[in-house]
């Protein structure tokens, strides 16, 4: 199964649940999709054996052809071209990759080209595969790069696959879940917690998949999360308790199933009720 | 007028806890929570909405049934695979427009969607520029863009010499739209490798965009190592660091209070510490 990890509020434990639960599966495979900051290699050390380039399709326009009607600037929804009389100009940040741009122009004088904004690694960590993104500093577009993780996604007879989602809730998680078989949201019993799990919720009512809830840090904040996943009949998949050791094991890049191997039957546990529950 | 944003790459490291504190500690500044995909500020600091303002994202793309001859051009064009069986998905549609000019049938058109809404507000702290993005919403970049430009028409029309910006996780789009042009970033992280991680990555991102970094080490009682390791970085790169804040649970028990550290318990080494650190800051722009 896909079965993706997000959280809405930043720092609950992503990473740490789906490191932790790669380690508790057979043959799983970790899509780590937070390009932005990825941070899933640090807790695994994989071994790079690949690496590959992530492009975008952007405009070239050919000068000679163009005579600065206008009308890509007049499509392009994302303000990325600008025409003066005398000029055109191009901002590739502000691209969308949409293709546009080239259809509309009546001179035929748009083609595309690639432009680099991050890298996908692919390595192996103990039996694990693990592919994670990384865009360029400067770029404000990860979803390109999350796609491009996607795409090492193994088929389904060779094992699960965990996605790592992003913090938030806009375009790049909703990138990272998709097409997901169930989701993990991840958080904390904090009022942040509670307030952008809230969110994370509607994302995932809307985008009609399944999902429960792992409660981490367990025993700091209030007990408000409980009410809410009670009233909204949201599973508790599991509760992570606050320790100063999981804590430090963090710190160090360490996860915690390796030194608390009690964990891993808590976690393998979990992947299998969820399977149990999506049966029913 | 001044601009400093608080930022740190790695979700959680308490970005909004620093950023209410120096709210309090600020004279008269304008306030501006620029993670308007989990926006956590306003649980801290109360605002009373004096002003709401609807968010006009991307449009959306729709199917005239009565005229779609499905040839499935559009289905082929589009590049963020947001039309299958002649449905558009408006959650992945992006609104660029190419199905609508590649129809024969001129059967699809472009709508408006309003995809959030931004607030400006007031605190017993200073006036406070907010927004929220619905659940699902694209271009958060473009809001995070409306939410500074409201702050900053606030901080004008009231006289008000500093705006302190909360900004997001990441170093994506609408982190860039938080740091552009402003006077200072101040980068919350804790020791951890992945703190140390996604600082670098913010470090650079501010070196991009020519802003002047800051940091600050929360929970640096947590790993001493990698404390020193912030340190000795910081060091090589000449970049400041404007405080140490110690782990305290504490911290939690003020946000569950829904006040900021430093009016919850003035007293706690956190707080000390919190207030120094704006000394620091304050110092140096």
């Given at each position: ?30 899509l780590?999709c937070?390009v ?18 992530v492009?975008v ?40 990759s ?19 904004i991050g890298?996908t ?12 993104g ?7 577009m990860a979803t390109p790069v999350i796609k491009a993780v996607k795409k090492h996604m ?18 790049p998680?909703?990138e990272a879940?998709h097409g ?101 | ?78 590049r963020f695979e ?204």
């Amino acid at each position: 199964m896909i079965l993706s990890i997000a959280s809405g509020k930043g720092g609950t434990g992503k990473t740490t649940v789906a490191a932790n639960l790669a380690l508790s599966l057979e043959n799983a495979q970790l899509l780590d999709c937070d390009v932005e900051e990825p941070n899933a290699h640090l807790l695994l050390h994989p071994k790079i054996t690949e690496t590959k380039l992530v492009y975008v399709q952007i405009p070239v326009v050919d000068e000679n052809k163009c005579n600065y009607c206008g009308e890509c600037s007049k499509f392009c929804k994302f303000n990325a071209i600008f025409v003066t009389p005398q000029k055109i100009m191009f901002f590739p940040e502000l691209c969308s990759s949409c293709g546009g741009c080239a259809i509309v122009c009546p001179k035929n004088a748009i083609k595309e080209k690639k432009r680099k904004i991050g890298v996908t690694k692919r390595g192996l960590a103990k039996e694990i595969e693990l592919v994670y993104g990384q865009l360029n500093v400067g770029e404000p577009m990860a979803t390109p790069v999350i796609k491009a993780v996607k795409k090492h996604m193994q088929p389904p007879e060779k094992g699960d696959v965990i996605i790592d989602s992003p913090p938030g809730t806009s375009c790049p998680v909703i990138e990272a879940v998709h097409g997901s078989d169930y989701c993990i949201l991840v958080t904390e019993p904090t009022p942040f917690g509670l307030y952008d799990l809230k969110i994370a919720v509607e994302v995932l009512s809307k985008m009609k998949i399944p999902f429960g809830v792992v409660i981490n840090r367990a025993g700091i904040g209030d007990r408000k999360i409980y009410a809410f996943c009670k009233e909204k009949a949201i599973p508790i998949l599991l509760e992570i308790p606050y320790e100063r050791k999981i804590a430090e094991l963090y710190s160090v890049g360490k996860p915690f199933v390796l030194e608390m191997p009690e964990w891993k039957e808590k976690l393998g546990g979990l992947l299998k009720e969820i399977k149990e529950s999506l049966q029913v | 007028m001044r601009e400093i944003t608080i930022l740190s790459g790695k979700g959680g490291t308490g970005k909004t806890t620093i950023t209410a504190s120096f709210a309090v500690l600020a004279n008269n500044p304008v306030i501006a929570d620029c993670d308007v995909d989990a926006p956590d500020l306003h649980m801290l600091l109360h605002p009373k909405t004096l002003r709401t303002q609807e968010f006009t994202g991307p449009k959306l793309a729709e199917i005239d049934h009565e005229k779609c001859v499905e040839c499935s051009l559009c289905q082929k064009i589009c590049r963020f695979e947001a039309i299958t069986d002649f449905q558009i998905d408006p959650i992945l549609c992006e609104g660029c427009g190419t199905c609508a000019v590649i129809c024969p049938e001129t059967a699809i058109i472009l709508k408006d969607r309003i995809s959030g809404e931004a607030f400006i507000s007031e605190t017993k702290y200073g006036l406070m520029s907010h927004a929220f993005l619905f659940p699902g919403g694209a271009n958060s970049g473009k809001l995070v863009t409306l939410v500074r430009q409201n702050a900053k028409e606030a901080a004008e029309e009231n006289h008000c010499e500093l705006i302190l910006i909360d900004g997001s996780p990441g170093i994506g789009c609408p982190v860039i739209a938080s740091v552009t042009g402003v006077n200072m970033g101040v980068i919350v992280t804790e020791p951890t490798v992945s703190g140390i991680h996604d600082m670098k990555r913010v470090l650079e991102l501010l070196a991009h965009f020519d802003v002047r970094p800051f940091v600050c080490i929360n929970k640096c009682d947590l790993n001493q190592q990698n404390t020193k390791k912030i340190e000795r970085f910081c060091d090589k790169l000449n970049i400041n660091i404007v405080g140490r804040v110690p782990f305290n649970p504490i911290v939690t028990k003020a946000m569950v209070s829904e006040k900021p550290i430093v009016e919850y318990s003035p007293e706690s080494v956190v707080s000390q510490r919190i207030k120094e650190m704006w000394k620091n800051l304050l110092g140096r722009t």
